[in-house]
């Protein structure tokens, strides 16, 4: 089992629907929790960052927490076409971040 | 104020030669990340300095891999002897403080190893 698992996409909504990124991680000691967006031959660009049980939203982001299950999502609101990106998911136990491979998501107009 | 900044953007080399890349972190952060990308996947992490402490190598794949941070600021990552499976692009990120901070990237160093 990987350490940090994303579901494996493409993903492709239309333009103005919820995109809904999912990702599991399997160390009950994970304390924080990142979803970093990468566009097409560039580095990642963090989004969002949530420690506690719960929903936490910015904007037309909500990142979800849910701990008993190790599970942490990413919904995206009124999509565009600019949030054609892979989303990756990041999970934090002491020093060190694990990656997934990353979800890559298509809006189209 | 300036981000995170690699260099060489690009690196080809042959099989069997050293490369070195570069980072250099944001103005006062302390803790500096290496992690390397290949082709369509994740982020593998290399090797994490926290400013005087030992640095957590624990990723570092093989001994042909180094990395220095020298008076706490610009990083170099070493690669030896070079082999084809090396060929990824390199990112560095850093932190403020440390490990529970966020994380700002560099813009990556692409490395062919031909």
């Known amino acids: 089992q990987k350490e940090v698992e994303q579901n494996s996409g493409p993903l492709s909504v239309p333009e103005g629907a919820i995109a809904s990124l999912n990702c599991t991680y399997s160390d009950r000691g994970s304390q924080s929790f990142f979803w970093y967006r990468q566009y097409s031959g560039k580095s990642p660009e963090l989004i969002m960052f949530i420690y506690s049980n719960g929903d936490k939203e910015d904007g037309r982001f909500t990142a979800q927490l849910n701990k008993a299950s190790q599970y942490v999502s990413l919904l995206i609101r009124d999509s565009q076409p600019s949030d054609s990106a892979t989303y990756l998911c990041a999970v934090r136990g002491g020093s060190r971040l694990t990656f997934g491979e990353g979800t890559q998501l298509t809006v189209n107009p | 104020g300036a981000g995170v900044s690699q260099s060489p953007s690009n690196k080809v080399t042959e099989k069997g030669k050293d490369v070195e890349l570069r980072c250099d972190p944001i103005?006062?952060?302390?803790?500096l990340y290496w992690y390397r990308q290949s082709l369509g996947q994740g982020l593998e992490f290399l090797i994490y300095f926290q400013g005087n402490s030992a640095p957590d190598k624990s990723g570092l794949p093989s001994d042909r891999f180094s990395a220095e941070r020298t008076g706490g600021s610009v990083s170099t990552l070493t690669i030896q002897r070079t082999q084809q499976e090396d060929s990824a692009v390199y990112l560095c990120?850093?932190?403020?403080?440390?490990?529970?901070?966020?994380?700002?990237f560099g813009p990556g160093t692409r490395l062919l190893v031909l």
């Open positions: 103005s006062g952060h302390t803790a």
């Open positions: 990120a850093s932190s403020w403080q440390g490990a529970k901070e966020t994380q700002y």
